[in-house]
């Protein structure tokens, strides 16, 4: 959609909106829907190709509209989940379907994912210990529980752990930044040893720094075995699944309890919109079920009819999968497929202008959106140019810490990024650095 369109259907958007709250009166106060109504009534799986803009409007009447802001809500939240996750070829164990014991849910963010996962583990290896031993307290249990993460993982799961009043412990990673099964397996046997419980791991694929891959296929049967639970973090690199060509990436995620990647970054879907996937719908529910009179209705969690609200930190939500639908028919999985192709295709470029220069070294593998570089020679030089380089505020670089070297970091983010962009920057960091070495050799 160009500017012009935009303007249009903008204007458009505001008509269909004052339409409706005009006309609001005409409309039945509650739905006359049967749960469940909604599936039937789209396609079981995202277009290849675009649909129009103008099919995609009379749908919103047609589906929308007779289920309301509920059920309609909370039902194409679950039948776009079922979308992505095929996009992604993730197990059906992770699909809602009609029967499916796991299912999909957009929460916030990443952070919020962690959470909740880490807190349905808590509760699940809570029951776990007293089932077995039923003299023990739960806070006893509690003062056990060890969760564990690499120590290249986002801040946001060690404060998961630390909101869920866990222990967590960073596992040490090899030298492509990635944990491995036998650096978990060895902190394992040490904590069991010392009367600890291991109970959560989460894994990530495509670590901040880096956009490093942690081994799930050897890390996953090691958590089934010890009973912990395995999240899977994918926020960035997630994206990139719907094209075979890194599909191989998640193999391993049949282990997983939960997986979760955020649209919002790499997607070209508006923030917020983080999709989470369970593969036991029961383990997130019992954990935060509450059933007060006033929020009972006829149709409890069925299969059919999924309860989010048990599903989520917050009670309320917003109707985030309007946005997933509309973007994923007006792009059509080949138009995502091809804005993920293209901006791997640009990191790539950009790491051959990098490989090209003598006085440049790539820092880590470049897999996805991200290249990591630095100037040969001291952190303190690499800290001057990224200085310079902010300060010059034309392109905008934040740095990371690999193996104790001070590394900058080029991350391709925005739709519009095209390869003259990559050649300026690229023009621009060797600009700054030619005048940065000048200084330094007199």
Not at 25 to 42: A, H, N, Q, T
Not at 65 to 81: Q, W
Not at 253 to 276: G, Q, R, T
Not at 401 to 429: D, P, Y
Request: include cysteine; aromatic fraction near 8%; proline fraction near 5%.
């Amino acid at each position: 959609m160009d500017a012009a369109e935009f303007r249009r259907r903008g204007k458009e958007m505001v008509d269909h909106v004052a339409d409706y709250l005009e006309k609001i009166e005409e409309r039945p106060v509650y739905p006359d829907v049967e749960p469940g109504y909604l599936r039937s009534l789209i396609p079981t799986e995202a277009p290849v190709e675009p649909d129009s803009y103008e099919d995609i409007m009379k749908d919103v009447e047609r589906v929308i509209m007779p289920g309301a802001a509920s059920p309609a809500c909370t039902e194409l939240e679950t039948v776009m989940l079922d979308w992505l996750g095929k996009m992604l070829q993730l197990p059906e164990c992770f699909l809602a379907g009609t029967h499916g014991h796991g299912g999909g849910v957009i929460q916030g963010t990443a952070s919020e994912a962690t959470l909740v996962s880490l807190l349905a583990a808590r509760c699940k290896a809570i029951r776990r210990v007293q089932s077995l031993d039923p003299k023990k307290s739960e806070a006893e249990i509690l003062s056990k529980l060890v969760a564990y993460t690499s120590e290249q993982a986002h801040s946001s799961v060690e404060r998961a752990a630390l909101i869920g009043a866990v222990m967590m412990k960073k596992v040490p990673t090899d030298n492509l930044y990635a944990v491995r099964g036998e650096m978990l397996k060895k902190i394992l046997e040490e904590d069991k040893a010392a009367g600890l419980i291991p109970f959560y791991f989460c894994a990530t694929l495509g670590t901040t720094p880096s956009c490093a891959f942690d081994h799930i296929a050897d890390l996953g049967p090691l958590c089934n075995q010890e009973n912990m639970w395995m999240h899977i973090d994918a926020a960035y690199a997630g994206s990139g699944f719907i094209c075979p060509e890194f599909r191989p990436l998640l193999n391993g995620v049949e282990y997983a309890d939960s997986f979760n990647f955020n649209p919002h970054k790499w997607m070209l879907i508006n923030f917020d919109c983080s999709a989470m996937w369970v593969k036991k719908r029961t383990d997130i529910i019992g954990a935060f079920k509450m059933e007060p009179l006033y929020l009972k209705h006829e149709n409890q969690e069925s299969g059919l009819v999924t309860d989010y609200r048990h599903w989520q930190i917050p009670l309320g939500r917003r109707f985030r999968s309007l946005k997933m639908w509309f973007v994923f028919r007006m792009y059509g999985l080949q138009g995502l497929q091809a804005h993920i192709r293209k901006q791997v295709g640009l990191a790539k470029e950009f790491e051959s202008l990098v490989r090209a220069d003598k006085r440049f070294e790539i820092c880590a593998p470049v897999v996805m959106g991200l290249v990591c570089f630095r100037l040969k020679g001291t952190n303190e030089l690499n800290q001057s140019l990224l200085k310079k380089i902010t300060k010059s505020r034309e392109i905008h670089l934040v740095p990371c810490q690999l193996s104790g070297s001070f590394v900058l970091r080029l991350a391709i983010c925005s739709r519009s990024t095209e390869s003259r962009h990559i050649q300026q920057a690229w023009q621009h960091i060797t600009q700054l650095a030619f005048e940065l070495l000048q200084e330094h050799h007199h």
